[in-house]
């Protein structure tokens, strides 16, 4: 059973970064979705396996970044210019079917990581 562990979440001011990581395999695609108090869980941004193509939200285009580094078999979510609306639980979800990680449902991802918090203040 693949077992996901999200880690780097945490507090930062507006403005600010953080890095999110996720330990999996490049034979998996990966997506990371967040969920804020009484919204729905949404995609953020996903790389395929298939092609390492990716995707991003439009809420989050041009200040997050999904990025593979093979050799620790970890993703990442690079967090730039950070807003308050970007608070929520953060998760990496992956899958080992997935052909094109986009659009984002989040009942394709097979694993999922327990979550991560992430809290941006102004």
């Known amino acids: 059973e693949v077992q996901l562990v999200e880690s780097g979440g945490g507090l930062v001011q507006a403005g600010g970064s953080l890095r999110l990581s996720c330990a999996v395999s490049?034979?998996?695609?990966i997506g990371w979705f967040r969920q804020a108090p009484g919204k729905e869980r949404e995609g953020v941004s996903c790389?395929?396996?298939?092609?390492?193509?990716?995707y991003y939200a439009d809420s989050v285009k041009g200040r997050f970044t999904i990025s593979s580094d093979n050799a620790k078999n970890t993703k990442y979510l690079q967090m730039n210019s950070l807003k308050p609306e970007d608070t929520a639980v953060y998760f990496c979800?992956?899958?080992?079917?997935?052909?094109?990680?986009?659009?984002?449902?989040?009942?394709?991802?097979?694993?999922w990581g327990q979550g991560t918090q992430v809290t941006v203040y102004s």
């Open positions: 979800a992956a899958d080992l079917f997935l052909a094109s990680c986009a659009p984002m449902y989040p009942g394709e991802y097979e694993y």
């Open positions: 490049d034979d998996y695609a």
């Open positions: 790389m395929s396996s298939s092609d390492g193509s990716t």
